[in-house]
């Protein structure tokens, strides 16, 4: 046996007061927003008001409300969900085109300086890149590998002497 319990105003009338709230409440479990909550039910009620007459009900109405109101959140996720994949896709295109010259110049550098630090001494290498890239201080250097602050400040002055001497050749760099 199918229900038809939407066929009249009245009858839908006498089921959108008695289950509204007890939906809200239901959905508001899940999305933690009363006003969405509140939103979602009036669009499964509209649903329902829409498709009354295609509407059978094998269950009991309580049931079917529930279930009714459970897909239309999940379809409100979805389409959310979509619209947020959608933004960041587009900021993900914008954050590409406008990749500043700047940040590319870094990582440049970067990667040449880290190229010609491979002709350096190590330990040199390792005092300079505590200093330039790590962001010690000569202090903290010295204490750490428990040498004097000039020596520490020797070998980062004969790295960034080698450094000008092996990138001569890159104007680009020093702009």
């Known amino acids: 046996m199918s229900l ?19 939906l809200v409440n239901f959905i508001n479990k899940y999305i933690d927003d009363i006003e969405l ?14 498709n009354r007459d295609k ?14 109101a459970k897909n239309t959140m999940l379809d409100y996720i979805r389409a959310e969900a979509k619209k947020k994949t959608e933004n960041l896709d587009s900021i ?3 954050v590409i085109e406008d990749i500043s010259e700047e940040v590319f110049d870094a990582y440049l550098v970067r990667s040449l300086v ?7 001494k190590s330990k040199q290498r390792e005092i300079f890149i505590l200093n ?6 000569y202090d903290e250097i010295a204490t750490y590998l428990n040498i004097s602050k000039r020596m520490v400040d020797y070998n980062v ?3 960034m002497k080698h450094l000008k001497e092996d990138l001569k050749d890159r104007p680009e760099l020093f702009n």
């Open 4 to 22: 038809k319990p939407f066929s009249t105003p009245q009858a839908f009338e006498v089921l959108f007061k008695e289950y509204f709230l007890a």
């Open 132 to 137: 330039k890239f790590e962001g010690l201080s």
């Open 37 to 50: 909550s509140r939103d979602i039910i009036q669009n499964t009620f509209l649903k329902l008001w829409k």
């Open 92 to 94: 993900e295109v914008e």
């Open 157 to 159: 002055n004969a790295v």
């Open 55 to 68: 509407i059978e009900i094998q269950t009991s109405v309580k049931s079917y409300l529930y279930q009714i």
């Open 114 to 120: 880290e190229h010609s630090l491979k002709s350096v």
